[in-house]
């Protein structure tokens, strides 16, 4: 599984900003997908993903209310709407998948496929 994320950039604190990931290669018919992000200096985090057996989507609290994640019906690419984004929102989003039926975590290891990265930047 091949993952491509794109639509990061520098925003003002308040600005909204989305990104997409699409998935290629083989991708099971449908994957479990989210976003992690790593900001300067720190470990990389979970954000957001929707759950591959079914279940609410899940956020990290401190993105609750502003992020929004929405998946495809094919099941292969998602995005992240950022709204009202905050300096501490700044640092380096990583898409992320597992194959279906993969138990979700918010540990980043237990993910099996990763994407490049796309840097957000949210000044003050």
């Known amino acids: 599984v091949q993952l491509q994320a794109s639509g990061g950039g520098s925003a003002q604190a308040g600005d909204s900003l989305r990104l997409s990931c699409v998935a290629s290669g083989r991708t099971f018919g449908g994957l479990c997908m989210g976003w992690f992000r790593r900001a300067p200096g720190k470990e990389r985090e979970f954000v957001a993903a929707?759950?591959?057996?079914?279940?609410?989507?899940e956020y990290a609290e401190s993105v609750k209310g502003r992020f929004s994640i929405s998946r495809d019906n094919t099941k292969t690419s998602v995005h992240l709407q950022m709204n009202r984004l905050k300096p501490e929102d700044t640092g380096v989003y990583y898409c992320t998948a597992d194959p279906p039926g993969s138990v979700f975590s918010r540990i980043p290891i237990r993910w099996n496929y990763w994407g490049q990265g796309t840097l957000v930047t949210v000044s003050s």
């Open positions: 929707v759950p591959c057996r079914g279940g609410a989507i």
